[in-house]
């Protein structure tokens, strides 16, 4: 993931944890902030993803963009420790509010929440970036072998 992809889920994140924190605050039950706390796991799963991908990018993004890399890496980690300071508040108060039983519900739910994001987006995007690093060691592999033999052709000549 780009430092922009990893901007807007941070960004997604923040928005979605104010608003749950809001709304626990104003009376109104777990159940009635789902969507938020759903989109804060989509948002806390994008910028995991990231910190993966950032971990081992892909063979074309190391030799074509150097240094991008590891800024990608600094963003991510940086967005992780948000997040995860984001998740203790959030763990704190559902733990205070509701109970521990609460924070056990919300775990369960980011379980299932990642395991379909991961089946499906993710595996999709792995097999997108295979296919473009196939493809251009195909293109490598042939640029090669034409200079190759334009070389050969024009020695013997």
């Known amino acids: 993931m780009d430092p922009i992809t990893i901007g ?14 809001q709304m626990c605050a ?9 969507n938020d706390v759903s989109r804060w796991m989509k948002c806390a ?3 995991d993803q990231a910190v993966k991908q950032s971990q ?5 993004k190391k030799i074509m963009s150097g240094d991008s890399v590891e ?3 600094l963003n991510a980690y940086a967005a992780k420790k948000r997040l995860e300071a984001q998740r203790q508040e959030l ?4 733990n205070m509010t509701y109970g521990p039983q609460a924070w056990a519900d919300l775990i369960q739910l980011e379980g299932r929440i ?5 089946e499906m987006i993710y595996k999709q995007q792995e097999m997108r970036q295979k296919l473009i690093e196939i493809i251009g060691a195909v ?3 042939t640029a090669t072998v034409a200079v190759l033999i334009a070389i050969v052709w024009m020695a013997t000549r």
């Open 8 to 21: 807007a889920a941070i960004s997604g994140a923040t928005a979605a944890f104010n608003t749950i924190k």
């Open 114 to 118: 990642r395991r379909e994001r991961q």
């Open 91 to 94: 763990k704190t108060f559902l």
């Open 71 to 73: 800024a990608a890496a």
């Open 56 to 60: 081992n990018p892909p063979l074309f």
């Open 26 to 34: 104003a009376g109104r039950d777990l159940e009635s902030c789902i």
């Open 139 to 141: 293109v490598l592999g």
């Open 45 to 47: 799963s994008d910028i």
